[in-house]
Structures are given as C-alpha cells and as structure tokens.
C-alpha cells in the first residue's frame, strides 16, 4: 500500500503568487527628502513657523516698497508721534518713520543671522571633521588650539572689529566677527560626532583606494553629518540674531544712519515711558521672528529623527 505524503500547508497557486508579485511590485519606497517633508508637515507648530517667517521675509524684502517713507527720511514735523495714516507705526524721537526702521532692521537682522550661521556652519563642519579624521598628534593639537579658543574674549573682540568697519560696511564686519568666534564651540561637537564615522567601512575603503583625504571629509564625512548641520544651521540664525540685538543694543553693532532691530531697541529703550510704541514694536517683531525659527527647528529635529512617530521608510 503507496502512502501519499500530503502536506498539511495548502499549495499556493500560480494565480495567487503573480498577485503576491505583483503587489510587491508595486510598492513603492519613499525617499528620504520626501519623508522627511512629509514629516515637517505634519507637524501644525512646525508650518506655523515656516508661515510667519516666509511672512517676515517678505516683509523685509518688499515691505519699503508699500511706504512713502524711507529709513533714512526723518519727518522733522512729526517726532515721536504715535501711530497715524501718515505714519502707520509712529515716528522715533528724530522723526524716522517706525515702519521703515522696522522693515530695514528685520533685513539687516535676517542678513547677520542667515550669513553668520552658514558660514559658521561650513567652517564647523570642515575643522570639526578634519581633526577627528586625521587622529594622533593633528588631533591633540587641534583640540587644544580650540580650548585655547574657547577662552578669547570674543564679544569684546567682535565689538572692537565693528567699531573700526566705515561706509556702512558694519553689517558685514559683524557677521564676519559673529562668524570669526561663533564656530569654535560647534567644531567641538562636531568633532565628537565623527569619532565613530572615522571607523566605518566605507571611509577605510576610500582610504585603501587612495581617495584625498579633503575629498573623503566633504564627500563622506560632512554629508553623513547632515541632519545634524541642517537643524544646527537653522536654529543658528536665531543665535546670531540674538548676538547681534545685544551687540546693537549696547551701541556696538550697527551704526547710523543704517539700523538693525538692536539698534532700535537701543533707541527705544530711552524712550519707553514718553514713546512707548518705539520699543514695542520693534521687540514684537524680534520675538515672532525668533518663535518662527525656534518652531521651524524643532519641526526639522522631528521629521529628520529616525524615531519619529512619522511612519514611513526612507531608501
């Protein structure tokens, strides 16, 4: 008598498996941008931010364009006078309209802060990886030239590099002082960062096949560092901002006839009781602009987190 072996798992059929094929076929991977955009939106507080700052941007780029005043108009009829249809945010105590101020001191703050924090992230980024890669005594001298670093009184040395800048050239003085002192700090942590990337496969492979050094730090190390330089960069501008309203403010950062919202806290703060418009104004602005990018960098923090509650997969 023959026994048949019979299986007790059913026999899938060829139909079933070219439904099975064809599903997996058609699933699709998401790519890593498109995740993590997907992610940023998801986050409400997150478009918020990324709303009030286009909002400001706009704002400082063509909100002059709406005024018949300029920023370096006074209006010598009306000094100090408060909001009206002649002037719609009042005037300072010299007669400057307060909507053209605010217009040019949101562009010059946005400008210090967005060129600051690049620059210092670029430089950050480069120094930080390079004295983690190239290890031994390179490493030993480079962390004691930033401990050493660390210690410079850089506010006072950044004040003294704005004082000596002329022909309005001050702005671009402070952001390059702000940049000067402002990485020191941050290539610290990069540094550490990159210990544990040194050792990875790939970038002993680009070494074993005689790949530059430059050329393994930008092209592998630097990118594999990007989400990090990403939400650094972008919380970075509120730091230089921040900088430059305090350096403005004490009288060593922008000078006139150009301005900077510092300059006009600086300039209302004198005037407060009398004029009270002239430092509110101005501070409501620097606070709106400081909680858009402070929503905007955690919304990046979120969507970049590999555990985020976001579901999706990035290839």
Same mark, same amino acid.
């Given at each position: 008598m023959?026994?048949k072996?019979?299986?007790s798992?059913?026999?899938?059929s060829a139909a079933d498996?070219?439904?099975?094929a064809?599903?997996?076929?058609?699933?699709?991977?998401?790519?890593?941008?498109t995740? +993590?955009?997907?992610r940023?939106?998801?986050r409400?507080?997150?478009v918020?931010g990324?709303? #009030?700052?286009?909002i400001?941007?706009l704002f400082a780029l063509?909100?002059?364009?709406?005024?018949?005043w300029? +920023?370096?108009?006074?209006?010598?009829?009306a000094?100090a006078?408060?909001?009206?249809a002649?002037h719609w945010l009042?005037?300072?105590?010299g007669?400057?309209d307060?909507y053209?101020m605010?217009?040019?001191?949101?562009?010059r703050?946005?400008?210090?802060?967005?060129v600051s924090s690049i620059?210092i992230?670029?430089?950050?980024? #480069?120094?930080?990886?390079a004295?983690? @890669?190239?290890?031994g005594?390179f490493?030993?001298v480079?962390?004691?030239?930033?401990?050493?670093l660390l210690i410079?009184? *850089?506010f006072?040395?950044i004040?003294?590099i704005?004082?000596?800048s002329?022909?309005g050239?001050?702005?671009?003085?402070?952001?390059f002082?702000?940049?000067s002192?402002?990485?020191?700090? +941050?290539?610290?942590?990069?540094?550490?960062?990159?210990?544990?990337l040194r050792e990875?496969? +790939?970038?002993?492979?680009?070494?074993?096949?005689g790949v530059?050094?430059?050329?393994?730090i930008v092209?592998?190390?630097?990118?594999n560092l990007g989400? &990090?330089?990403?939400i650094n960069? &972008?919380l970075?501008v509120?730091?230089a901002?921040?900088g430059?309203t305090a350096?403005?403010?004490?009288?060593?950062g922008?000078?006139?006839?150009?301005?900077?919202?510092?300059?006009?806290l600086?300039?209302g703060? *004198?005037s407060?009781?009398?004029?009270?418009?002239?430092l509110l104004?101005p501070?409501a602005?620097? &606070? &709106?602009?400081?909680?858009?990018?402070q929503?905007?960098?955690d919304?990046?923090r979120?969507?970049i987190?590999p @555990?985020?509650r *976001?579901?999706?997969?990035?290839?």
């Amino acid at each position: 008598m023959t026994m048949k072996n019979v299986s007790s798992k059913p026999q899938e059929s060829a139909a079933d498996k070219k439904a099975t094929a064809g599903a997996w076929g058609n699933f699709k991977r998401t790519g890593k941008l498109t995740l +993590y955009t997907r992610r940023f939106f998801r986050r409400p507080s997150a478009v918020v931010g990324l709303v #009030l700052l286009v909002i400001l941007i706009l704002f400082a780029l063509f909100g002059a364009k709406v005024s018949k005043w300029g +920023y370096d108009e006074p209006d010598f009829t009306a000094l100090a006078t408060p909001p009206s249809a002649e002037h719609w945010l009042g005037t300072t105590p010299g007669g400057s309209d307060m909507y053209a101020m605010v217009v040019r001191g949101l562009g010059r703050s946005l400008s210090i802060g967005i060129v600051s924090s690049i620059s210092i992230t670029i430089i950050a980024a #480069l120094v930080g990886t390079a004295i983690s @890669y190239f290890e031994g005594w390179f490493e030993q001298v480079g962390m004691w030239i930033l401990d050493m670093l660390l210690i410079v009184p *850089s506010f006072l040395l950044i004040a003294l590099i704005v004082s000596s800048s002329t022909n309005g050239n001050d702005w671009l003085w402070l952001a390059f002082g702000m940049t000067s002192f402002g990485w020191i700090g +941050y290539a610290r942590t990069l540094r550490t960062l990159t210990l544990s990337l040194r050792e990875r496969e +790939y970038v002993r492979a680009a070494k074993f096949e005689g790949v530059s050094s430059f050329r393994i730090i930008v092209r592998h190390l630097v990118p594999n560092l990007g989400s &990090v330089l990403i939400i650094n960069t &972008v919380l970075g501008v509120i730091g230089a901002i921040n900088g430059e309203t305090a350096l403005s403010f004490l009288g060593l950062g922008i000078k006139a006839p150009d301005t900077s919202l510092g300059t006009l806290l600086n300039v209302g703060q *004198s005037s407060v009781m009398t004029s009270p418009w002239v430092l509110l104004v101005p501070s409501a602005v620097l &606070v &709106v602009l400081t909680f858009s990018v402070q929503l905007i960098g955690d919304g990046l923090r979120d969507a970049i987190d590999p @555990y985020s509650r *976001s579901a999706g997969k990035a290839e």
